[in-house]
């Protein structure tokens, strides 16, 4: 398993999707194209053209760097990231936290700021990035 595979794997996961539907959702999340960026002077594709790629880079990342991403949040090496996939319009983000720095990474298009009805959020940390990243490592060794 690569960890592009592993990145589709938790799209289709997250959402709980049907066998049927899922293709289409890791599809309309993975392509999902780097927008911006909520700070400044970071370039919206530090992580990945792709949210699918963004991803993948946070899998093998955070894997990689397991005890920044472990640290307290005292730590002056801590790290931390977030990520939300929203719905039914397809956007995401990924928030990395570096020490005292947060980036903010969207993905897809602009929220049109419209309520609408059956809105849904999914969101998940380091922490199944983690273990998700050092199964791949460990080629499921254990």
Do not use: C
């Amino acid at each position: 398993m690569t960890y592009n595979d592993a990145a589709n794997l938790i799209i289709a996961t997250a959402w709980d999707a049907n066998p049927k539907d899922a293709v289409d959702l890791v599809l309309s999340y993975g392509d999902l194209t780097a927008r911006r960026v909520r700070e400044e002077g970071v370039d919206a594709v530090m992580l990945g053209q792709t949210f699918g790629k963004a991803l993948a880079e946070m899998v093998e990342s955070v894997a990689a760097q397991r005890v920044d991403f472990s640290a307290s949040d005292r730590d002056p090496n801590h790290k931390a990231t977030t990520v939300y996939l929203y719905g039914p319009t397809p956007r995401a983000e990924i928030r990395l936290q570096l020490a005292d720095r947060v980036l903010t990474f969207e993905y897809g298009p602009m929220f049109d700021g419209s309520l609408g009805d059956l809105r849904r959020t999914v969101q998940f940390t380091q922490v199944t990035l983690g273990f998700v990243g050092e199964a791949i490592a460990d080629g499921f060794s254990r």
